[in-house]
């Protein structure tokens, strides 16, 4: 498919998203090894917003998506965090493999075998969720709803209290608080903010200029309502709630981007990340983990969830990732994606605010499978 058809392709596949509710707007862009342009075909579609806090937004209020929007990246943020994970383990300054005990010995999971990698590979028996944040809310569903923010050191205390539902290794949970453990454990190991490690390790080496925890509103995508929890409509902080707690900056969520800077970071994935990952753990990055991590019980846990999974990625998702096994990539529950594949020489890169103005929306599922390998 030439570049113009591809885009006409994909000009459609958006807007036909955006007529069925899925989101108001989107920016993706498809590269491959045969791009006649060096980035490839990008496509921008529909309004930031359509509502407002209160109703539905006036034609003359609308604002246009265009290629430097920045979304909310939602989980897509964990991709960022595991390989500034990884790099700190290339220099020496956490280990894979040992007890979090080392680093964070007053927690609940110290003690007990959980090492980083069980973290970054969702084996680590952690919660999913943490439901605390709740406690940051007054007068939930009034008129005179409010939040209050909590202290971050209060809201990792809590977190790091949780106890872990099942051993390390015996089984898989997606959970976002294993990478916020994570997080803790590579504070504690290198005195260093989180938000300074990200940027360090993975923003800067990658030219990712535009990426950003808490840009402010200007130039975002807004995401939901959240009006019965005192935050109005959301716009330039994050929209999961436990990253909000934490100040906006975290390892599951907190990222904002530009589709850009989603696909450059996709290229040097195909690429091996060079500068920024030793060979060794890129592969622990790049390659499913759950043989390792979970023994004999990894081939059934593949098939129950539907995907390998590595300190990172999740491997050949079928549900949106098509059938190849070489494919690798992450989504976030704001409607965002990155998918690469090496087999078809391809980086796929979608953004949207499926969130706005209410979750309770269409799924943004068929439109990431639709994108993934449009021909």
Same mark, same amino acid.
């Given at each position: 498919?030439?570049?113009?058809?591809?885009?006409?392709?994909?000009?459609?596949?958006?807007?036909? !998203?955006?007529?069925? =509710? @899925? #989101?108001?707007?989107?920016?993706? $862009?498809?590269?491959? /090894?045969?791009?006649?342009?060096? +980035? %490839?075909?990008?496509?921008?579609?529909?309004?930031?917003?359509?509502?407002?806090?209160?109703?539905?937004?006036?034609?003359?209020?609308?604002?246009?998506?265009?290629?430097?929007?920045?979304?909310?990246?939602?989980?897509?943020?964990?991709?960022?965090?595991?390989?500034?994970?990884?790099?700190?383990?290339?220099?020496?300054?956490?280990?894979?493999?040992?007890?979090?005990?080392?680093?964070?010995?007053?927690?609940? !999971?110290?003690?007990? =075998? @959980? #090492?980083?990698?069980?973290?970054? $590979?969702?084996?680590? /028996?952690?919660?999913?969720?943490? +439901? %605390?944040?709740?406690?940051?809310?007054?007068?939930?569903?009034?008129?005179?709803?409010?939040?209050?923010?909590?202290?971050?050191?209060?809201?990792?205390?809590?977190?790091?209290?949780?106890?872990?539902?099942?051993?390390?290794?015996?089984?898989?949970?997606?959970?976002?608080?294993?990478?916020?453990?994570?997080?803790?454990?590579?504070?504690?190991?290198?005195?260093?903010?989180?938000?300074?490690?990200?940027?360090?390790?993975?923003?800067?080496?990658?030219?990712?200029?535009?990426?950003?925890?808490?840009?402010?509103?200007?130039?975002?995508?807004?995401?939901?309502?959240?009006?019965?929890?005192?935050?109005?409509?959301?716009?330039?902080?994050?929209?999961?709630?436990?990253?909000?707690?934490?100040?906006?900056?975290?390892?599951?969520?907190?990222?904002?981007?530009?589709?850009?800077?989603?696909?450059?970071?996709?290229?040097?994935?195909?690429?091996?990340?060079?500068?920024?990952?030793?060979?060794?753990?890129?592969?622990?990055?790049?390659?499913?983990?759950?043989?390792?991590?979970?023994?004999?019980?990894?081939?059934?846990?593949?098939?129950?969830?539907?995907?390998?999974?590595?300190?990172?990625?999740?491997?050949?998702?079928?549900?949106?990732?098509?059938?190849?096994?070489?494919?690798?990539?992450?989504?976030?529950?704001?409607?965002?994606?990155?998918?690469?594949?090496?087999?078809?020489?391809?980086?796929?890169?979608?953004?949207?605010?499926?969130?706005?103005?209410?979750?309770?929306?269409?799924?943004?599922?068929?439109?990431?499978?639709?994108?993934?390998?449009?021909?």
């Amino acid at each position: 498919m030439s570049d113009a058809t591809l885009e006409d392709a994909l000009r459609s596949t958006l807007f036909d !998203a955006i007529a069925a =509710g @899925v #989101t108001p707007g989107a920016v993706a $862009s498809i590269f491959t /090894g045969d791009s006649t342009a060096d +980035s %490839g075909v990008t496509v921008v579609a529909g309004r930031l917003a359509s509502h407002g806090a209160t109703a539905a937004l006036p034609t003359a209020e609308h604002e246009r998506v265009d290629e430097h929007t920045r979304y909310d990246l939602a989980s897509v943020t964990k991709v960022f965090s595991a390989i500034t994970i990884l790099s700190l383990v290339d220099d020496g300054s956490l280990t894979l493999d040992d007890d979090v005990a080392e680093w964070l010995p007053g927690s609940a !999971a110290a003690g007990r =075998g @959980v #090492t980083i990698a069980h973290l970054l $590979s969702h084996t680590s /028996g952690l919660p999913p969720t943490w +439901s %605390g944040w709740r406690a940051s809310v007054r007068d939930e569903s009034t008129p005179h709803a409010r939040w209050l923010p909590p202290e971050r050191s209060a809201v990792l205390a809590s977190i790091l209290s949780l106890e872990p539902s099942r051993p390390p290794g015996t089984g898989f949970e997606y959970s976002c608080l294993g990478y916020i453990t994570a997080m803790a454990a590579a504070e504690s190991a290198t005195g260093r903010p989180w938000d300074e490690l990200v940027h360090d390790r993975v923003l800067s080496p990658l030219g990712l200029t535009g990426t950003a925890f808490t840009p402010g509103p200007a130039g975002v995508a807004p995401t939901e309502n959240q009006s019965a929890i005192g935050r109005g409509v959301v716009r330039g902080t994050v929209h999961d709630e436990t990253a909000f707690a934490l100040g906006g900056v975290s390892a599951n969520a907190g990222l904002f981007g530009p589709v850009g800077d989603i696909v450059a970071l996709g290229r040097a994935m195909l690429a091996g990340l060079p500068g920024v990952l030793s060979a060794q753990s890129f592969d622990r990055f790049w390659n499913d983990q759950l043989p390792r991590m979970l023994g004999d019980r990894a081939a059934d846990t593949s098939r129950e969830i539907g995907y390998g999974q590595s300190l990172g990625l999740r491997v050949a998702q079928s549900s949106w990732m098509g059938d190849s096994p070489s494919a690798r990539g992450h989504n976030g529950f704001t409607g965002t994606s990155l998918f690469v594949d090496p087999q078809a020489d391809r980086v796929v890169a979608l953004l949207a605010n499926r969130v706005h103005p209410t979750r309770e929306g269409p799924d943004a599922q068929p439109l990431r499978s639709a994108v993934a390998y449009l021909r």
